[in-house]
């Protein structure tokens, strides 16, 4: 389909889930398997370096996001739930590294979760629990702010359901794209300091679609979650 492909950078993705980025005549991959466009369900998610992946589970035996986690780059993970179990995951095994700073904009932070995570890896989990420093933002204006004032660190950054809170639709839409245009530029300036991850959920209104689209657009890499095809099963006849 042309509407996917035309694009300067575009993304392909293997039948595995796993997709390769580059430009449409100039595809850098050691994968054999056949490419194909972006699925149709997801053409406003693109990155601006094209590097999309679509994954069954972000998280399985390892943290396939830690390696990719490097100071100077955004990551964005979109799920129907903002990836609120597998964001607890990774702010324990961060939390086991160094210093991790959490700004929660839609109530996802679940402290208790992280120190029963962090129970099963380490037994002094008091050192890794204080390493974690929350803040909790409760509309838009709010998260401006919030991320106004964080200090730039050399340390990761999670931003929980970034984008809960300017869906809101008390919020008039002239006014979330300009307080989300704000957010994105700290956000940026916290990448130069320290890589920063920031969890998506859709929108409950199509209208605000193209605030998703901008976060995606700044992102280096966009991780999205699909949702398990439910398969028809055979009722019991006894």
């Given at each position: 389909n042309s509407k996917y492909t035309s694009a300067t950078t575009c993304a392909f993705y293997y039948p595995t889930g796993i997709?390769?980025?580059?430009?449409?005549?100039?595809?850098?991959?050691?994968?054999?398997?056949?490419?194909?466009?972006?699925p149709p369900s997801h053409p406003h998610l693109i990155p601006r370096w094209g590097l999309?992946?679509?994954?069954?589970?972000?998280?399985?035996h390892r943290m396939d996001?830690?390696?990719?986690?490097?100071?100077?780059?955004?990551?964005?993970?979109y799920t129907s739930d903002a990836a609120r179990t597998e964001s607890m995951v990774l702010i324990a095994?961060?939390?086991?590294?160094?210093?991790?700073?959490i700004m929660d904009g839609g109530n996802r932070y679940r402290p208790y979760q992280?120190?029963?995570?962090?129970?099963?890896k380490t037994v002094d989990i008091s050192t890794a629990?204080?390493?974690l420093f929350s803040r909790r933002a409760f509309t838009c204006y709010e998260m401006n702010t919030l991320l106004s004032?964080?200090?730039?660190?050399?340390?990761?950054?999670?931003?929980?359901?970034?984008?809960?809170?300017f869906y809101?639709?008390?919020?008039?839409?002239?006014?979330?794209?300009?307080?989300l245009k704000s957010c994105l530029s700290q956000i940026q300036r916290l990448v130069l300091s320290g890589p920063v991850v920031v969890t998506l959920a859709p929108p409950l209104a199509e209208e605000r679609d193209f605030l998703l689209e901008q976060v995606c657009r700044q992102a280096d890499e966009v991780m999205i979650q699909e949702a398990p095809a439910c398969q028809p099963t055979q009722p019991s006849l006894f």
């Open positions: 997709l390769a980025s580059g430009n449409a005549s100039n595809r850098h991959t050691t994968h054999t398997q056949p490419l194909y466009p972006v999309l992946f679509i994954v069954g589970y972000l998280y399985s996001i830690l390696p990719v986690l490097k100071t100077g780059k955004l990551i964005a993970i095994e961060l939390g086991l590294r160094g210093a991790v700073t992280v120190a029963k995570l962090l129970r099963t629990a204080n390493r004032s964080t200090p730039s660190l050399n340390q990761p950054y999670l931003i929980l359901d970034l984008l809960n809170t809101d639709d008390h919020v008039p839409t002239y006014e979330a794209y300009r307080l």
